[in-house]
Every structure is written in structure tokens, then in C-alpha cells.
């Protein structure tokens, strides 16, 4: 993919504009729709749909898309599925809109393939600096209050393959290791004060019952400050590929820490260091250091729409942008984007939501006049921590990690409205 050097300038309109415009042709914003009877045959002739009956309620026992909408689908990249179960696929950032992913286009990470786990044989451990170790059934988790709290979760490796310059065509592919969903669960100092913690007792060593079995070292006070044990997300049971019947709920930090399948949680008085926190996970500088349990998603944004993925099909007029950001710090207080490569900066609508450690969703609204763009988003936190360029982020961290890179994506809308993946200087 490209590398652009210069930016591209195009013509504004405001929206008010557009309307006035809309307005002095008839009431008809007509640069976005046919005037009534032109003879659009999609209009004028009768459809099997308006003639027949449908399917009855007992056709369809859970739901599911539209036969039109089987193309949204998660997606794998051949070159980076050394063995799918251990691999990854992406969510269609592209076809979703709001803040909330369905649950079957959440993204998948494996280490050793989906554990299909029966929940009347799952148990819960809590061992180690308590002052008595428990094993829980669910039937007995049910009896704990419970809390629906909505998070983002983000593999530490989204947009990994981009440190070195563009690589991947698509925002499903270079930011689509994300979903946001509401989870249900129970906050897990509740289970911890019920083993009761020893005054030694500063880490935690969840575990999951997956063949990999995963562990990730966990600080006590993040652990007892918002962590949930789900069983549910977006009111249904957890899916078999994100962590049925339980997963550790991790808000802000970086999905390896989101233990799936969970099945034990050891507390101790230092971190373990197991392999998924030093051979893997760690952030290797430029000077051949490895930066160390770098937990928090920086904030970050990316537009989704239009993408590669997601080209625009009308050659001008009125465009809507939309994104998404994110911050594992807190709230996402503004995105700003630019239409020229990062010259000038506009602030974007946020809508929806505005939650803690969630997706938030931004538009904005322009009139095209069909020259070339260059579109970036930026986002702003609530602690005024500001999305920075990926060559600030590489004047400070280098290009050997593949972690962490929440750097400004660019994207380059092309007068014929296709999209590509590309970088400024």
C-alpha cells in the first residue's frame, strides 16, 4: 500500500448548508434520492415478498441475519493463521454501527482452540493466601450479587501489523481485535472476601481451563477495584469462543488478562511471570529492553466507515463519517478528525453512550465535492491523554513491538470513493 507524503484539501459545506441546498430544490435534499416516480423498478413492480407468506414463528427458534446480511461475518487472515487454533479473527467494524457488538461478530483469540465446557462440571478455585481455599460450582456463583456493566475489550496485538507501515487493507484487519458488549457477572471481590485474603496478599493468578492453560499475574487492587467474573454477555450466556461457562472481566486492560474458561484463581504475594507475560506481551524497544507488564489500552479511534472495506458509492454530495474510540482509561471526552491528512482538525458528534472503558460511537458530516481525502480520527480521554501519530509513537517505542500501537490510522478516499490503507509524513 501507498505511502502519501502531501495531504489533500477538499471543499466544505457545513450541514445547515446541505439543508438550505435541500431545501431550495422542493423540500428534497435530491442529491440523495430519486425524484418519485422515475420509473425505479425496485419502486414500481410487485416483489415475491409483498405476495407471499413468510416463515411463522416456529421456523426460526433463535434468531438469526437476514440471508442479505450473510457477508458480515468474522474473518482470519491467511498469512497470519499459522494454526487456527491458535490464531485469530477479526470483527466487521465496517457493517456495525452504535457501541454494542452481536455476540456472534465478537473477534476470537485462541492459544489452544474453543473449550467446550459442560457448566455442571466447571468449578471455581480460589486457593492460596486466603485464609480458607473454596471451589465454587455455578449453581453456588448464582447466589452472589450480580452487576451489567458495559466494556470494551481489546487485544493487546490490534493494529500490531501496522508498526512497520501499512499492511492490511481493511479496518476489520487492522483494528477489528476489539468488541464491546454488556457483561453480567459478579464483581470478584465479592468471591475474594468470601475466601478472605491473607495481609500478604497482593497478586492474583487466574487461570483457564482451556488446554493452553492461561495464566496472567493480576495486581490485587485492579482485581478489587472492577474486575467481574461473567457468565453472561449482552443478556445471553457466554459463547463457547469467549470463555463459557466463565471468564474473568479485566476493564481497560488488555485482553490476554481477560482469562477465559476460568477456572482457578491463586493469590500470592509477587507476580508469577509466567510465559504469557515475558516471552509474549511485553513490548520490545528499540533499544533491545522490553517495556513490562503494560497492562492499560491507551486511547483510540479509528473511522470505520468510509474504509477500504467500506467504500463510498456516491461520487459527491452529502457523506456521513462514522468510527469508533476507545480509552482503558476512562471516557472518551472527544474525537477530531481530518480530512487532509492532519492539517486541520474538526470536532466530531459523539452519539450514544458515553461510558467508562467503552466504545463510543462519533460521526460527522460533510458535503464531498469528489476530491481526494485523507481521513484520520483522533481521540481525547477523559484524563486529556491525546491519541498521538504513529510517528510519535515510534520516536519513543520503536517498530520491534507488535503490542499496543494505538497510533492515528489513515485512510485515503480516492475521487472514485475506493479506500486505501496508507501513512503521512
Not at 431545501?23 to 414500481?44: K, Q, R, S, Y
Not at 492539517?343 to 461510558?355: K, M, V, Y
Request: aromatic content about 8%; overall charge negative; hydrophobic content about 35%.
Amino acid at each position: 500500500m501507498a505511502k502519501l507524503i502531501d495531504g489533500t484539501r477538499n471543499k466544505l459545506s457545513s450541514r445547515r448548508g446541505f439543508l438550505k441546498a435541500g431545501l431550495a430544490l422542493g423540500g428534497m435534499a435530491a442529491t440523495t434520492g430519486a425524484i418519485a416516480g422515475e420509473g425505479d423498478p425496485a419502486i414500481l413492480e410487485k416483489k415475491d415478498w409483498v405476495q407471499y407468506t413468510g416463515d411463522g414463528v416456529d421456523a426460526r427458534p433463535y434468531g438469526t441475519p437476514s440471508e442479505f446480511e450473510e457477508h458480515v461475518t468474522r474473518k482470519n487472515v491467511a498469512w497470519l493463521t499459522a494454526d487456527p487454533v491458535s490464531s485469530v479473527n477479526f470483527t466487521p467494524l465496517h457493517e456495525l454501527d452504535g457501541i454494542i457488538t452481536p455476540n456472534g461478530l465478537c473477534f476470537e483469540r485462541h492459544h489452544a482452540g474453543i473449550a467446550e465446557i459442560d457448566p455442571a462440571e466447571h468449578r471455581l478455585m480460589i486457593n492460596g493466601l486466603v485464609e480458607k481455599e473454596l471451589v465454587f460450582t455455578m449453581e453456588d456463583l448464582m447466589r452472589f450479587p450480580r452487576e451489567n456493566r458495559v466494556y470494551f475489550l481489546e487485544c493487546a496485538a490490534n493494529t500490531g501489523m501496522e508498526w512497520h507501515g501499512s499492511q492490511l487493507n481493511g479496518c476489520q484487519f487492522t483494528h477489528g481485535m476489539i468488541h464491546n458488549v454488556m457483561y453480567t457477572g459478579i464483581p470478584l471481590k465479592y468471591l475474594l472476601e468470601e475466601a478472605g485474603l491473607k495481609t500478604n496478599a497482593k497478586w492474583l493468578l487466574p487461570e483457564g481451563a482451556d488446554a493452553s492453560g492461561m495464566t496472567r499475574s493480576l495486581p490485587l487492587a485492579k482485581a478489587l477495584e472492577d474486575c467481574l467474573v461473567a457468565f453472561k454477555m449482552n443478556g445471553e450466556a457466554l459463547r463457547p469462543e469467549q470463555g463459557y461457562p466463565l471468564r474473568l472481566v479485566v476493564p481497560g486492560w488488555e485482553g490476554n488478562m481477560w482469562i477465559k474458561w476460568l477456572r482457578r484463581i491463586e493469590v500470592g504475594d509477587q507476580p508469577w511471570h509466567h510465559r504469557e507475560e515475558t516471552a509474549k506481551y511485553t513490548d520490545l524497544m528499540e533499544n533491545g529492553k522490553a517495556r513490562h507488564f503494560t497492562w492499560e489500552m491507551d486511547a483510540k479511534s479509528v473511522i470505520t466507515n468510509p474504509s477500504p472495506q467500506a467504500p463510498l458509492l456516491h461520487k459527491s454530495g452529502h457523506t456521513v463519517l462514522s468510527g469508533i474510540a476507545w480509552s482503558g482509561r476512562g471516557k472518551v471526552d472527544r474525537v477530531d478528525i481530518s480530512l487532509d491528512g492532519g492539517r486541520n482538525w474538526r470536532p466530531a458528534r459523539i452519539d450514544g453512550l458515553s461510558l467508562d472503558k467503552s466504545m463510543h460511537r462519533f460521526y460527522y458530516e460533510f458535503d464531498w465535492d469528489g476530491s481526494p481525502l485523507l481521513l484520520q480520527s483522533r481521540a481525547i480521554d477523559s484524563t486529556g491523554y491525546i491519541q498521538p501519530t504513529r510517528n510519535e509513537l515510534r520516536a519513543i517505542r520503536g517498530t520491534n513491538s507488535i503490542y499496543h500501537n494505538n497510533g492515528i490510522q489513515t485512510w485515503h478516499v480516492k475521487s472514485d470513493g475506493e479506500v486505501e490503507n496508507v501513512e503521512v509524513s
